[in-house]
């Protein structure tokens, strides 16, 4: 038995060649000085990218059963939930171990950081890491979109309004998300598609490419104050440095699968504990008891969205990112030699430390303040008297669906209501009839599409209320246009 075991091996062996490639890959050298200590510093990336595979094994155990449908996926996440055997569990692991990557994924590019270890000859090893980065991000968000509740379904109402506005191609990315101009049958099936194909085939491609340039550009020693890159000589150092380094297999290897196996430890027992997140409220963005926030990991760009005045929110919306990450993108080009110890680089230390305190106070600022926080606070506050008075039936049907739709918590009149969108007061001014339907319809900014919640008869008798919210003497929007096309 030993023996024919013994040939089995070796006849995959002589086809598959493993002794000259992957045990070649294991045992490839380190520096020494990653045996101490400060070596424990270098674990996050090896357990970001186990918790990837722990996402793609849970995830292909979850789409036997989810069903990306609008009209279903709710309701086969609460069958995952109740119905299958340790569903719940599955689903929990699935969480969980995407908010570890999350996590992890961080704290690894900001250890890079501040030891300078996106410096020569490492910059493009940095550069597909930010797109790991990205990527990750990616993945939370169409998983998010997947849970198909009330936060997901308003999260993807805001990341579609910005989308749409990006200049001239806007509205077809938006229809190319959806699957139409509003959120419908298509959108589920999309995001599905983008979380489960295209996404971690990205991740796996670009992962793929960043561990070939680990391996083949080495991994980065500790750094000492006063030891500089210097392009011209750091290569010819470094190879010195591997004369006496250690192999990455037994010693470096064990010590990433013993951190692995406590993250795992610490994602199984958080799953125990904590359970799956969701689904929380239905999708419906007419319930009343609903107060919808993004997951914690995009609460700060909500916050900083929601306390933007309304005049800067498309600035922020298309510049920042772009900003952002043509910084993280090409900062190695700019500073790729010199110091990489942090106790030289005091400016480096200050940016992560700004950048920590920015995202809890933003982070914190996200769960008390914007989208919507008071979602009842002005479902009581009637419509003011004036604004009804001498107003047709069907205008005062209008003024009852944007009461009844809880319009309110978002938008106020007379001053009164929620602060999340524009106040209504004399909305009249400045949309015609046209933009009005189309943005109780399709949505737009950080509103919501209502095509699926009112029939036509509502949404022309809102519409019709809307057109009378203007300064008595005041031309509206309608009759300016008008007016503009007899001139």
Same mark, same amino acid.
């Given at each position: 038995m030993k023996q024919a075991i013994g040939k089995l091996l070796w006849w995959f062996e002589e086809r598959l060649e493993l002794r000259t490639s992957l045990w070649t890959v294991m045992r490839h050298p380190i520096p020494r000085d990653l045996r101490t200590q400060v070596g424990w510093l270098y674990v996050f990336g090896s357990t970001a990218m186990t918790l990837l595979v722990l996402q793609i094994v849970t995830g292909i155990g979850l789409g036997m059963v989810y069903v990306p449908s609008a009209g279903e996926a709710y309701e086969s996440l609460e069958h995952i939930n109740y119905n299958v055997e340790l569903g719940w569990m599955l689903r929990a692991i699935h969480n969980w171990s995407a908010n570890g990557m999350v996590v992890l994924v961080v704290v690894h590019m900001t250890q890079v950081f501040l030891m300078g270890a996106y410096k020569y000859p490492r910059e493009l090893t940095w550069m597909i890491g930010v797109v790991l980065f990205l990527l990750t991000l990616g993945m939370a968000f169409t998983g998010q979109v997947l849970r198909w509740d009330a936060d997901s379904y308003w999260g993807l109402g805001v990341?579609?309004?910005?989308?749409?506005?990006?200049?001239?191609?806007?509205?077809?990315?938006?229809?190319?998300m959806l699957g139409g101009p509003t959120v419908g049958a298509d959108t589920l099936s999309r995001f599905f598609a983008l979380h489960v194909f295209v996404m971690p085939g990205l991740l796996f491609a670009s992962l793929t490419v960043h561990l070939y340039l680990v391996i083949r550009k080495g991994i980065s020693e500790p750094p000492k104050p006063d030891e500089l890159v210097d392009p011209e000589t750091y290569v010819e150092k470094y190879e010195e440095k591997l004369k006496t380094g250690d192999p990455f297999f037994p010693d470096v290897f064990l010590r990433d699968a013993a951190f692995i196996g406590l993250t795992l430890l610490v994602i199984v027992g958080m799953s125990a504990i904590l359970g799956p997140d969701g689904p929380g409220a239905p999708p419906d963005p007419t319930l009343l008891a609903v107060e919808p926030l993004p997951d914690w990991y995009f609460l700060p760009a909500f916050a900083v969205l929601a306390l933007s005045p309304p005049s800067l929110e498309t600035g922020i919306i298309l510049i920042a990112p772009v900003i952002i990450v043509a910084i993280m993108f090409l900062f190695p080009v700019f500073a790729g030699k010199g110091q990489r110890s942090p106790r030289r680089r005091p400016v480096a230390v200050l940016i992560v430390i700004g950048c920590f305190l920015s995202y809890c106070v933003l982070w914190q600022l996200g769960v008390q303040e914007p989208w919507s926080p008071h979602m009842t606070a002005w479902s009581g506050v009637p419509v003011p008297t004036h604004m009804i008075k001498g107003r047709s039936p069907k205008e005062l049907?209008?003024?009852?669906? %944007?009461?009844?739709?809880?319009?309110?918590?978002?938008?106020?009149?007379?001053?009164?209501?929620?602060?999340?969108?524009?106040?209504?007061?004399?909305?009249?001014?400045?949309?015609?009839?046209?933009?009005?339907?189309?943005?109780?319809?399709?949505?737009?900014?950080?509103?919501?599409?209502?095509?699926?919640?009112?029939?036509?008869?509502?949404?022309?008798?809102?519409?019709?209320?809307?057109?009378? %919210?203007?300064?008595?003497?005041?031309?509206?929007?309608?009759?300016?246009?008008?007016?503009?096309?007899?001139?």
């Open positions: 990341g579609v309004a910005m989308v749409g506005r990006i200049p001239y191609i806007g509205p077809e990315l938006v229809e190319l049907q209008g003024a009852a669906i %944007l009461q009844e739709k809880t319009c309110r918590n978002c938008h106020a009149l007379d001053g009164q209501g929620g602060q999340r969108g524009p106040d209504l007061t004399v909305v009249a001014t400045r949309l015609t009839r046209d933009q009005l339907i189309r943005q109780v319809v399709q949505g737009g900014g950080n509103m919501p599409a209502y095509g699926k919640e009112l029939n036509r008869f509502e949404v022309e008798a809102l519409v019709s209320f809307l057109e009378t %919210l203007k300064p008595e003497g005041y031309a509206s929007a309608e009759a300016s246009v008008v007016t503009d096309r007899a001139d």
